[in-house]
């Protein structure tokens, strides 16, 4: 959600119609459309994240997303995107959510080199391991005795989403659908919280087939404090770190 400055200038300006199919790859420019004051060299370096400060951007994000993962298998419910996908997998089929999560992302990275760039895309699937392997390994370090399925569906959606937005503003995201929208973002201008939703909303459909309706009832809750996180805090032109 980029390699050399160079290229931002491959990047159609707002309202030209363009064939993405035949745009070059999008391996630079900020995570949103940039405001008009923006643009110049030193405003760019103002702007851009140090090395230290993506490091420790990275983990408080990992930390942050896999504290809200596992606030919600705590509380029985299922998350949204392709995390939820995995969880529904690892209930199917028994298998560890982190190899899952970790699977069900592979066929994304490919969008993701050639769309995003090769540090997005590293930055990503380093991400997403991380975040797999705390969240299975949480409830070996930090029990909790109670926890209703309304509070972990309202504070696991918000841990998960502000992970997510941490993600994407140090230059990745959490999996596959967090690739898939910052690509629509950056290309067409789309709310990354909108298509998070509309995705949510076709996997709690299908999860009303595998959980009961209760605990979908919860998890679309949960799904829909995570995507107004992202709407209210991720908007084009917006947030110009990078």
């Known amino acids: 959600m980029k390699t050399s400055d160079s290229s931002i200038s491959s990047l159609p300006p707002d309202g030209d119609d363009h064939d993405p199919a035949h745009s070059p790859p999008l391996t630079s420019g900020p995570l949103t459309p940039p405001p008009d004051s923006a643009g110049t060299a030193a405003q760019a370096a103002l702007g851009r994240h140090t090395p230290v400060e993506d490091v420790q951007g990275l983990l408080l994000a990992t930390l942050t997303a896999s504290l809200g993962l596992a606030v919600f298998a705590q509380g029985g419910l299922v998350i949204g995107g392709m995390a939820g996908v995995a969880l529904m997998l690892h209930h199917a089929l028994g298998w560890a959510f ?102 949510d909303t076709s996997l709690m459909a299908v999860a009303l087939l595998l959980f009961e309706p209760r605990q979908v009832l919860y998890s679309a809750i949960g799904a829909l404090v995570l995507s107004l996180v992202l709407m209210f805090n991720h908007r084009p032109g917006r947030y110009m770190g990078v």
């Open 98 to 199: 982190g190899l899952l999560f970790v699977l069900v992302n592979l066929p994304f990275y490919w969008l993701s080199v050639r769309r995003m760039g090769w540090e997005f895309t590293l930055k990503t699937f380093a991400a997403v391991a991380a975040v797999g392997f705390l969240a299975d390994r949480l409830p070996e370090w930090a029990g909790y005795a109670h926890m209703t399925p309304l509070y972990s569906a309202i504070v696991g959606g918000a841990l998960t989403g502000l992970g997510i937005l941490f993600f994407i503003r140090h230059r990745a995201s959490l999996g596959g659908l967090g690739i898939l929208a910052v690509y629509l973002q950056r290309t067409r201008g789309w709310s990354a919280g909108r298509i998070q939703m509309a995705f």
